[in-house]
C-alpha cells in the first residue's frame, strides 16, 4: 500500500498565503487617505459599472482589491449586516470596527478551511467621525487579520512601494486636492521607479465628507467635479454638482433603510 503524501500544517498554511498573495498582487492598487475632512478613496479602475470602492451605511464605506466575484459578495454580506443591525438596534451601533470583526471571522475561517481555497481579496473598512481623530481605518488581509491603520493604507498591486511613497508624504490636515494629487502620484509610480499618467477616466474616486448635511457621508467624485480637483487644484467640494445617486442598492447591494 501506498504511503499518503504529508504536508505539514505550517507548510500548507504557507502555500495558501503565497496562493492568495499572488492573486492580490495581480490586481490595481487602492489607496486611501484621511483628509481635514474626511476619508478619501482612490482605486485605479476604468470600469464604471464593477466597483472597487462602495457605501456599506452612513459613514461607512469599503474597498477592496482582487477577485471581483468574491470581495462583491463580503460587500453585499456587510450591507446586509449593517441594515439588520442598524434597524434592529439603532443606526449608531454600525461601526467600522464591527464590520471589520464580522469581515475578519469570514475571512479566517475561509483561509483555515481544508475544503476550500482562500479568498484572493484584501479589504479596506473606512468610517468618518466628528473629527480627524475619530476616524477608523481598518485593512483586512487574506487571513482575516485586522490592521488598524492611521493616515494612509494601499493594497493591492506595488501596495508596499505605494504605502512607503504616501508615509513619507502624507500630513495631517491635507485638503482634499492635496490628498487627491498625492493618491494619484502614489498609483502612478511603477515598480521599476519609472511614471505613468492617469487621467480622471481611468479612477474610481469616493470621499467620506464629514461636511455633508446628510446623515450619510459617502459620495462618489466623477466628470468635471474630479477633473477640477485633478487638474485644477480646486480645494475641497463645496458648491460642485451631485456628481450621481448614492443608494447603495444602485451599486448592486441594498440600501440602508432608516430606522
Partial sequence: MSTPFYV???????DRAE??????????????????????FVAENPSRALHKVSEIYDRIAFAAVGKYNEFENLRIGGVRYADLRGYTYDRDDVTARGLANVYAQTLGTIFSSAGEKPYEVELIVAEVGAGPE????YRLPHDGSIVDEHGSVAVGGNADQISNYLDQRHRDGM???EALKLAVESLT????GGERTLTAEQLEVAVLDRTRPQQRKFKR???RQLSRLLEEGTPGTAGEPAAEPEAAAEEGGEA????
Fill in 19 to 40: 496562493y492568495a498573495r499572488k492573486g492580490i498582487a495581480r490586481g490595481r492598487s487602492v489607496v486611501v487617505l484621511q483628509y481635514t475632512d474626511g476619508v478619501v
Fill in 134 to 137: 475619530d476616524d477608523q481605518i
Fill in 221 to 223: 467624485l466623477l466628470g
Fill in 8 to 14: 505539514s500544517p505550517q507548510q500548507a498554511m504557507a
Fill in 175 to 177: 485638503t482634499l486636492s
Fill in 189 to 192: 509610480r511603477d515598480n521599476n
Fill in 256 to 259: 440602508p433603510s432608516e430606522s
